[in-house]
């Protein structure tokens, strides 16, 4: 591992604040991640003035960061975009696709100051791509790299070797999980970043048989008091 990459970094994968007043107050996530379909399918208008409302939400329920996508049908739109939202805070990260036009308007990002996100990675090779602008964190989608016929974990497996290979600081955010196995698989592997939706996390700390036992130490405690 290089020196500076920090601990486990959890993020809820939501624009739903009641999602965020539940899952905050465990004490797990560093912070909350965002895209197009989330807000649209959340009721949220594609506005800077929106997305500051959000963000300033999310802060105040303890998020360290926010990661916000831009919007835009070619690089100079994209870029607008991304220049306003990195505008809103600097716990404002600006997520771009690592298409070409993405990859441009992520450069030009970089270069004053902005902190960027590369997402939509699906292939090893991309790594090289992140890592070569400097990006902060890179998201590869594991899901749909499955649903594509690739072997997701063995593919973001190689992106992490080939970002520590290089000595880069990029940091792959791994989002498009469905099964907490293989967030287990993808930890044991080094990796150290993960976006989860809400049903996942319900399923990363709940155990009926933790649950049982905990159960079991109150009856006792219950009967004792009792006696």
């Known amino acids: 591992m290089v020196v500076g990459i920090s601990k486990l970094r959890l993020y809820i994968d939501s624009v739903d604040s009641q999602d965020w007043e539940a899952y905050f107050p465990t004490g797990l996530f560093y912070g909350v991640t965002t895209n197009p379909k989330l807000l649209a399918g959340g009721g949220f208008d ?7 409302d959000l963000a300033n939400r999310a802060f105040d329920l303890g998020a360290g960061e926010i990661h916000l996508q831009v919007w835009g049908r070619n690089e100079r739109e994209m870029l607008a975009v991304g220049r306003d939202l990195g505008d809103i805070d600097g716990r404002v990260k600006v997520k ?7 990859i441009r308007c992520a450069y030009q990002l970089i270069e004053n100051g902005t902190q960027v996100t590369l997402t ?26 499955n649903d594509g016929g690739l072997n997701g974990l063995e593919e973001i497996i190689r992106m992490e070797s ?6 880069s600081p990029t940091r792959l955010l791994v989002a498009s999980i469905r099964e907490i196995p293989d967030l287990v698989t993808l930890a044991e592997h080094g990796l150290n970043t993960f976006t989860l939706l809400p049903s996942l ?11 049982l036992a905990a159960d079991a130490f109150q009856e006792a405690v219950d009967q004792s008091a009792a006696d």
Request: hydrophobic share 45%; no cysteine.
């Open 46 to 52: 594609f506005k800077v003035k929106t997305l500051t």
């Open 96 to 102: 771009v696709p690592i298409t070409p036009e993405g």
């Open 120 to 145: 939509a990675l699906h292939d090893a090779k991309q790594a090289l791509v992140a890592a070569a602008l400097g990006a902060e964190y890179a998201a590869p989608y594991l899901g749909r790299m």
């Open 162 to 167: 080939v970002l520590r290979g290089l000595g």
């Open 201 to 211: 996390i319900d399923e990363l700390i709940e155990n009926e048989l933790t649950n």
